[in-house]
């Protein structure tokens, strides 16, 4: 099956705390892997993304930084997190020139 | 920077009536693929169409694409009130490293009035 395990689905952290998002998929070997931000009503930012183990492509300066320690496994850290932190992060993967399957997305309010 | 640019940002129609919403993007494409997000939820693949395809049917989705116009639309007909959502158009980048990123536009607020 085409899965991908996103935990927590809901987070509330104090400006300043870290941050560590997992996103896990099953399925598939080799997948092509995404970290996306969504601010509410609005579209989707690529925040990063990934094609294999170790290699992590940026889109944007943030604060955040990924990571992919397995073929399967890609997490989303933050040392010391921001207001403008907060928002829906959504985990995908593809294979490339293929439909994406998506997590359920975590909700994280920095307050 | 976003790739798509869907339009309307929002639509309100009733039930029965269709649906069309348009993106255009920026760049040449390998594939562009429509997506549905029900709110707070993660995103569902609707359809996958090529750069070389012009239209492709899917149930009461209809996709087209004109690459000479960098457009893609999305109708769909018969619309039932389930089918609010919110819709999204993603385009494959080919990346310098040869590999291919997926690119999604603001999306466009779909809602059926029974």
């Known amino acids: 099956s085409q899965t991908i395990h996103q935990w927590p689905a809901t987070l509330v952290q104090p400006v300043g705390s870290p941050l560590s998002l997992e996103c896990t998929v099953e399925?598939?070997?080799?997948?092509?892997l995404y970290w996306y931000r969504q601010a509410a009503g609005r579209g989707l930012q690529l925040l990063f993304y990934?094609?294999?183990?170790?290699?992590i492509s940026s889109e944007v300066p943030q604060n955040l930084s990924a990571s992919r320690p397995q073929d399967r496994q890609f997490i989303l850290s933050s040392k010391k997190l921001l207001l403008s932190d907060s928002g829906f992060y959504l985990c995908a993967r593809d294979r490339g020139e293929t439909e994406a399957f998506f997590g359920q997305g975590t909700r994280l309010t920095v307050v | 920077s976003q790739q798509g640019e869907e339009d309307p940002q929002a639509l309100s129609i009733q039930e029965g009536e269709n649906a069309t919403m348009n993106c255009s993007y920026k760049?040449?494409?390998?594939?562009l693929q429509w997506y549905r997000q029900n709110s707070g939820r993660g995103l569902v693949h609707l359809i996958l169409?090529?750069?070389?395809?012009r239209e492709k049917h899917s149930g009461r989705l209809r996709v087209t694409l004109d690459t000479s116009k960098k457009s893609s639309s999305l109708l769909i007909t018969a619309s039932r009130a389930a089918d609010t959502a919110s819709y999204f158009c993603a385009t494959g980048l080919i990346t310098q490293g040869g590999s291919e990123k997926l690119v999604f536009g603001k999306g466009t607020k779909l809602t059926v009035n029974p």
């Open positions: 399925g598939t070997s080799n997948p092509n």
């Open positions: 169409i090529r750069s070389n395809e």
């Open positions: 990934s094609v294999g183990i170790g290699q």
């Open positions: 760049t040449s494409i390998n594939n």
